[in-house]
């Protein structure tokens, strides 16, 4: 099946200090999606990426969808102590009969220091 | 927008006993998935379902799972004869299907743990 590889697995950051985290896949994906999760929470939505190039912000947040389309990136700019958390990038299969089901990696723990 | 929501939030039982959990999407969504989760990992899918239809169900779930969505809107994961691998975070989520991407909406989940 399927797999995504995320790096860093985790991080140590002060605070001000811009972040990077990137994911990559053996296969094509479509769409690329950006979740953070807070412990004993559902991960929550951050940025969506449909086109190969396209970048997209939201807030201090910045991803790229990797022109081959089997890599994407994020940025978090001038970290804050809410940024902590496990980020994970999420794709669907490119094609075949899973429309839909994403296929996670395995996160990346951030940790910001005040 | 009220939002994914999942019942109960945390549940413990013993080995052998039967477990249900209800997720309720949000409300417009036609698409609803069910995924698990282990600690140290990210999610991973059991199912999903396009209005009462289940349209793929993963190898992870095994015969003693099962899903259902009667009337397109609720759903219900069910999980008989429970064992210790059953502990994990099963987490809700629901999408617009084609009109709405591949956007999908968690709710906080249900931690599960068998003793």
């Known amino acids: 099946g399927q797999q995504l590889n995320q790096s860093p697995q985790s991080m140590f950051i002060q605070e001000g200090e811009d972040v990077s985290m990137n994911c990559t896949s053996s296969?094509?994906?479509?769409?690329w999606l950006w979740y953070k999760q807070d412990p004993g929470e559902g991960p929550v939505l951050l940025i969506a990426l449909y086109k190969a190039g396209e970048l997209t912000s939201n807030g201090r947040l910045t991803a790229q969808f990797g022109i081959t389309r089997k890599d994407s990136f994020l940025n978090i700019s001038a970290s804050i102590p809410s940024d902590v958390g496990i980020y994970f990038c999420?794709?669907?299969?490119?094609?075949?009969?899973?429309?839909?089901?994403?296929?996670f990696g395995q996160g990346t723990i951030l940790t910001v220091h005040p | 927008d009220t939002g994914v929501s999942q019942n109960p939030r945390h549940k413990i039982t013993k080995r052998g006993q039967n477990v249900t959990f209800r997720c309720d999407p949000i409300?417009?969504?036609?698409?609803l998935y069910w995924y698990r989760q282990t600690l140290g990992q990210g999610p991973e899918f059991l199912t999903y379902f396009q209005n009462e239809a289940q349209l793929e169900k993963s190898r992870l779930l095994s015969d003693r799972f099962s899903a259902e969505r009667p009337k397109g809107s609720f759903s219900t994961l069910e999980i008989q004869r429970t064992e210790q691998g059953d502990s994990a975070m099963y987490l809700c989520?629901?999408?617009?299907?084609?009109?709405?991407?591949?956007?999908?909406?968690f709710g906080p989940g249900t931690r599960l743990t068998v003793l």
């Open positions: 296969s094509i994906f479509n769409t």
């Open positions: 409300s417009e969504h036609n698409r």
């Open positions: 999420a794709g669907p299969n490119a094609g075949g009969t899973s429309y839909g089901k994403l296929t």
């Open positions: 989520a629901s999408s617009r299907g084609r009109q709405g991407g591949n956007e999908q909406f």
